[in-house]
């Protein structure tokens, strides 16, 4: 295992959300965006983020914090109890360009019942 995780948030775990204290003491790296990969559902107190095909969705906004190995697992096994996976190493940008790698949990694709067409663009849940 690796000694420190760059781990991609965008709800609770962001700075002002119910679930950030998880993350103090954590090195902040910064806000970026996920690649259009991905679609937000704001599910009153979450949000849930799935995979949708490379290029189709929208480009989450969120925040970057370098965790330790003990508490991304505390955090991993947190969020895969309520159902999230886990991916790893996906790409993120800011200002246009590829920055960074990081881990960001994802709601599985079966979970995804949205009807009609994706509104494309940048998202970002408000805390």
Not at 71 to 91: H, S
Request: glycine share 12%; hydrophobic share 30%; proline share 6%.
């Amino acid at each position: 295992m690796h000694d420190k995780h760059n781990l991609f948030v965008y709800g609770t775990l962001k700075e002002g959300g119910r679930l950030h204290d998880y993350l103090k003491g954590q090195p902040f790296l910064g806000t970026y965006y996920t690649e259009p990969n991905y679609f937000m559902f704001d599910a009153g107190p979450i949000p849930m983020v799935f995979p949708v095909p490379k290029g189709t969705g929208q480009k989450v906004e969120g925040e970057i914090y370098e965790v330790n190995d003990s508490e991304f697992r505390t955090i991993k096994t947190m969020e895969e109890g309520a159902g999230y996976d886990t991916k790893q190493d996906i790409f993120l940008s800011k200002g246009g360009m590829i920055h960074r790698l990081a881990s960001i949990f994802i709601y599985p694709p079966k979970y995804l019942y949205h009807q009609g067409e994706i509104k494309k663009g940048f998202v970002s849940w408000k805390v």
